[in-house]
């Protein structure tokens, strides 16, 4: 409420004025001064712009990370963008949300609580459609899910939640662990309505169709390690025991990158009207001599000479050389 003045401090303020003693812009700048700013009881701002900053960059890293993890299980070019990080209440979240949609519940020890991943229907019912041998780009009734459709996506977000591990790593060791999944965003009682969470969102690009997933941290996960998310712990000096560390962590992830490997047997070229005579029980004779090695392809590309054989009850190659070198016959 503005103060009253009396009629004498009244008349004290127009001489001022009119003296020169005081100016008008200095009412205003006193004015300005004393000017509230608002606070939302409701929804109080816990997540600096510094938080926000280091949770985006975290999670930027973790959308390229993801894009491969499902590239490789669909067989098919995914790209993962993240689109925005925020702080909202988890009401707001869980009104925001479809239902039904999966929220796959999780563990981040040692952040605390639990931490919530939800996959948007059309990002599942695409997922199933590729998996299960379709095209991935239909126009997806909304529907409940079936044990097949949970099964399935349970496993996707298994690999997707346990790639977090990596994203984190430059920050803090996490280790998540799946709690449980709700197909009902009402149902789910982890967090007070009032609860003020990070929303990061990502966009997935599958086949041509666009569809989404969202991340919801809870304020108190993150209270404890508040100190590591800014950005000057982020980007920490690049000495050599840091070098050093980066340097075995990427080891350790392209350990575990998979890559097709291909045994080519022979090769022939025959004129198509050959190809449009072929019928089963045809024997096309190969260029290579029977003693001749074989290659052996990595992601499409030659790396290696080899010699079939059988292992056990399957089909086996034994690599012999390298395939730069000169290799014309192996016993």
Request: with cysteine; net charge negative.
């Amino acid at each position: 409420m503005a103060e009253v003045l009396s009629q004498s401090e009244i008349d004290a303020l127009l001489s001022a004025l009119s003296s020169g003693e005081l100016k008008p812009e200095e009412i205003s700048k006193d004015e300005e001064k004393q000017k509230v700013k608002v606070y939302n009881f409701r929804s109080p701002q816990k997540f600096s712009k510094d938080h926000i900053r280091t949770l985006e960059l975290i999670y930027d890293n973790y959308s390229r990370i993801i894009s491969n993890y499902l590239t490789a299980q669909i067989r098919s070019n995914v790209k993962v963008k993240i689109e925005s990080v925020e702080q909202i209440t988890y009401e707001e979240f869980i009104h925001s949300i479809p239902n039904p949609t999966i929220l796959t519940i999780f563990k981040m020890p040692p952040l605390s609580g639990s931490i919530l991943f939800e996959t948007n229907p059309q990002f599942v019912f695409q997922i199933i459609d590729i998996l299960l041998g379709g095209t991935g780009t239909g126009n997806y009734k909304m529907r409940e899910f079936t044990d097949i459709d949970k099964n399935i996506i349970k496993l996707i977000n298994k690999g997707l939640i346990e790639n977090m591990k990596l994203a984190w790593e430059d920050v803090i060791e996490v280790e998540p662990e799946i709690e449980g999944l709700e197909t009902n965003p009402a149902l789910n009682q982890t967090m007070a309505p009032t609860e003020p969470i990070a929303l990061i969102t990502f966009s997935v690009e599958m086949n041509g169709i666009n569809t989404f997933i969202n991340i919801c941290i809870p304020y108190l996960s993150v209270e404890k390690i508040l100190d590591k998310l800014v950005v000057q712990y982020w980007f920490r000096e690049n000495n050599e025991d840091a070098l050093k560390e980066s340097k075995e962590k990427l080891k350790q992830r392209l350990n575990v990158v998979q890559v097709g490997i291909k045994v080519v047997l022979g090769t022939k070229n025959i004129t198509i009207d050959d190809f449009l005579k072929l019928n089963v029980g045809d024997v096309i004779p190969l260029d290579n001599r029977s003693d001749s090695p074989v290659k052996v392809l990595i992601e499409d590309t030659p790396y290696f000479y080899g010699k079939p054989g059988i292992v056990g009850k399957n089909l086996g190659v034994q690599i012999i050389d390298s395939i730069d070198k000169d290799v014309e016959n192996y016993e």
